[in-house]
């Protein structure tokens, strides 16, 4: 009480008394701050001198007048600094300067005496070093103890002054923003005995050049930048928004210029801490996870709202946890994106390396089909988050490893890129797993894949081994020796002579009409053979609605289609792939000779789950046909000659996803004989699969069966339909699967069509 009652009358005075000069006020202000620490230590004896300790210790700093003093003191700094031209030190700072008043404050603050001192310290030193326009850091009596008191930071965990740790930290770090080269004032050398050896005092040397910064690097394992360690530390407070005020201060360091940068990154311990965290993130999860849990999930690094609730619908086993990782994942992606491109480049690396390499490859190629679905799942929704281009690469090179003959290795021994290769097969494997679940999961991660804005995995999973239309007929290496004749011919086999057949025949098909507007080979004829090839390879007899019904939904296809065309081309690019009207002018003679074709064990694998529609749970057949709806819509001349357009003719055992369709379609055809009552069976499945019931308007689930007229009929029809409930669910998804087959060939033979007659109509030059 008789404190501020002082500090009331002292603010009385000063007020009344006449101006004084500010180098006498702050002189006057600093002194009342020693002696307030004179006049409870001044005692001689030793009994007098723990006694007076004592009491010193029994106050918290709020009960005296420190804090108005310090406050006092950066007021008429700044005060000074604004009646000052730029960059003339004025006599409170050469004060501050030569007294080293920052060296006091950093003792008083470290040892907290009286109680709260460091808190007040930190104050003091933010608003020093964040509102004076100034640069203080070069001299030695403002960096030195900036160093120490950033040492002290985030040493006790979940402290009484972590706010005004990280507010200090950061500020520091917008300091060196704008003074990148004095970063290496923080920097210390570990010794072998594990001293902390500090940098030097000479401002001038720690400013050296870059070649002297490169000749210190030769051991980075013993270097250490103290502002990185204590920003770690106080990044996992329990505190978010103390937690987010330390990664924001470690994202202002690794932005800096590139030397300053990667003093912050390859020359600290900052990339082993991040993936040490990362993997102790990781390994607290739950061994067993819910895919679905895991893809419902929208985390990012800043935005930790999550509620948890008891009783939430989201809420499941592990959710603070898996948040918890995915969190500092995306935060580790930022940190990616705003470094320096060569620093990003090494933290990617890093986290690949000792993450994705080191802890991620072990659960994901377990035997265990709960450790593989989880680690699966959890993959797919990093290659979701991930957003930096360089920790993108190394994920696709994680999953889907350069092959010898590409141009872009990537550095790593055979070991490594042995177990890179036993992970492709073993995905690939997995598409085809006994578990369904796990087929699913695998082939999302495909999907997921062949989505990101990057063409590597479309690169390497398809278009390079279909570069050279080995698939062709007329490539030159489709040619056999005839045993009986010393010429060489090409070899028609009854495939072609089917491709041949059938190409006719869906021109016969055609209206008259039709093949009268003009040439067959003419854009719009080109166009109706493609769209009708996929509409009519399956019969009437075998679709659930009609082309001409409302509710075909052809037309919801081809505004689908559009939009998605339009998406994929203006995510592709940039990938510099040769345009789709290449095809005509590079005929197939010319390409380079293939004479064994493979179509890579991607395709292998898509064309079988292709054929296995039929058989498939239907959960499966609509992922398998989303990967194979966007290889359609991909604007690459051959994944469009092997996917879009059906009229390419093959060589023999080469597949398209038309021949593969055709086959389906025939088999539709053989096992509807052996369905009683399949029309209404399939319609009935139809109505099954949009919640429709029969009169198409009530929800299925609301309604229910045996609410209608002839319950025993229908529970019998019920029961006959789930007999072939994957049958007819398979012939659905086939049906839908042309109509949006015959959409995407319509919107980009139109395209190639509406681009070949502008050209063609532009005036040459």
Not at 66 to 71: A, E, F, G, V, Y
Not at 413 to 427: A, I, S
Not at 546 to 564: C, F, K, M, P, T
Not at 650 to 660: D, E, M, Y
Request: glycine share 4%; aromatic share 6%; with cysteine.
């Amino acid at each position: 009480m008789f404190n501020k009652l002082s500090n009331i009358l002292q603010h009385a005075v000063e007020a009344l008394a006449p101006d004084t000069p500010i180098h006498e006020d702050f002189v006057y202000h600093w002194k009342s701050v020693t002696n307030f620490y004179i006049e409870n230590t001044d005692d001689k004896t030793p009994k007098g001198h723990y006694t007076a300790m004592s009491a010193l210790f029994s106050h918290h700093v709020t009960d005296c007048n420190i804090p108005s003093h310090l406050k006092q003191m950066v007021q008429l700094l700044l005060q000074e600094e604004e009646q000052r031209d730029a960059g003339d030190t004025g006599p409170c700072m050469e004060y501050l300067l030569q007294h080293k008043i920052l060296e006091t404050l950093y003792t008083l603050g470290k040892a907290d005496c009286p109680p709260g001192m460091k808190q007040q310290v930190l104050v003091f030193f933010k608003h020093i070093l964040g509102r004076v326009k100034q640069p203080l850091l070069p001299h030695i009596n403002v960096h030195r103890p900036v160093a120490k008191l950033v040492q002290i930071c985030g040493e006790v965990r979940a402290g009484p002054t972590e706010t005004e740790e990280v507010q200090f930290l950061c500020t520091v770090c917008a300091r060196l923003k704008r003074e990148p080269h004095l970063i290496h004032f923080f920097l210390s050398n570990c010794g072998a005995g594990g001293n902390t050896i500090q940098p030097s005092q000479n401002a001038a040397s720690a400013s050296s050049s870059s070649a002297a910064d490169h000749s210190q690097k030769t051991d980075t394992k013993n270097e250490r930048n103290d502002l990185v360690d204590s920003l770690l530390n106080l990044s996992k407070s329990e505190d978010s928004r103390v937690a987010v005020k330390a990664c924001e201060g470690l994202l202002l360091l690794v932005s800096m210029p590139y030397q300053a940068a990667r003093a912050t990154v390859e020359d600290t311990q900052l990339c082993p801490l991040l993936t040490s965290r990362l993997t102790s993130l990781f390994t607290s999860m739950p061994a067993s996870l819910d895919p679905s849990d895991v893809e419902s999930l929208t985390v990012k690094w800043g935005l930790d709202s999550h509620g948890y609730a008891y009783g939430d619908v989201g809420n499941f086993t592990g959710k603070r946890s898996v948040v918890s990782f995915l969190s500092w994942f995306d935060y580790c992606d930022t940190l990616i994106m705003e470094a320096h491109q060569s620093c990003g480049d090494y933290i990617a690396r890093s986290i690949s390396t000792n993450f994705f390499r080191t802890t991620l490859i072990g659960p994901i190629m377990q035997a265990d089909e709960k450790a593989a679905l989880t680690t699966t799942a959890i993959l797919t929704k990093l290659l979701t988050m991930v957003r930096s281009k360089q920790l993108l690469r190394e994920v696709i090179d994680f999953i889907i490893p350069p092959t010898p003959t590409d141009d872009d290795q990537v550095a790593g021994g055979e070991e490594t890129k042995q177990v890179d290769n036993k992970l492709l097969l073993r995905l690939f494997e997995r598409c085809d797993h006994i578990s369904d679940e796990i087929s699913i999961v695998t082939l999302r991660l495909f999907e997921t894949l062949l989505s990101k804005s990057n063409q590597i995995p479309l690169q390497r999973l398809v278009i390079d081994y279909l570069r050279k239309r080995g698939y062709h007929a007329k490539n030159p290496g489709n040619i056999v020796v005839q045993a009986e004749s010393e010429e060489l011919e090409w070899d028609l086999e009854p495939g072609l002579d089917q491709q041949a057949s059938r190409k006719s025949s869906m021109t016969e098909q055609l209206p008259l009409s039709e093949l009268k507007d003009g040439d067959s080979d003419s854009p719009k004829m080109m166009i109706q053979r493609a769209v009708h090839s996929f509409l009519s390879v399956l019969p009437d007899s075998a679709k659930s609605s009609q082309v001409q019904d409302d509710d075909s939904g052809y037309d919801s296809y081809l505004r689908e289609a559009h939009r998605s065309y339009k998406d994929i081309c203006n995510l592709c690019k940039d990938f510099e792939w040769p345009d789709v009207k290449s095809l005509k002018s590079e005929t197939p003679e010319r390409c380079p000779v293939v004479s064994e074709y493979d179509e890579g064990p991607f395709l292998t694998m898509l064309f079988g789950k292709i054929s296995r529609l039929l058989s498939q749970p239907y959960a499966v057949n609509l992922v398998v046909t989303s990967i194979a709806s966007r290889l359609t819509l991909l604007p690459h001349p051959n994944t469009h000659e092997l996917f879009a357009d059906p009229l390419t003719p093959l060589r023999p055992k080469a597949r398209s996803l038309f021949t593969v369709i055709q086959l389906l379609a025939e088999q539709v055809i053989q096992r509807i004989v052996h369905v009683n009552n399949f029309k209404s069976k399939l319609i009935t499945a139809r109505r099954n699969l949009t919640g429709l019931s029969d009169d198409e308007s009530t929800p299925a689930r609301s309604k229910g069966f045996h609410g209608s007229s002839g319950p025993g009929s229908m529970t019998s029809q019920m029961s006959d339909t789930n007999d072939h409930k994957t049958f007819l669910e398979g012939a659905i998804v086939l049906e839908e699967f042309c109509k949006e087959l015959a959409a995407i060939a319509f919107v980009k033979h139109h395209s190639d069509a509406t681009s070949s007659s502008s050209d063609n109509s532009a005036p040459s030059l």
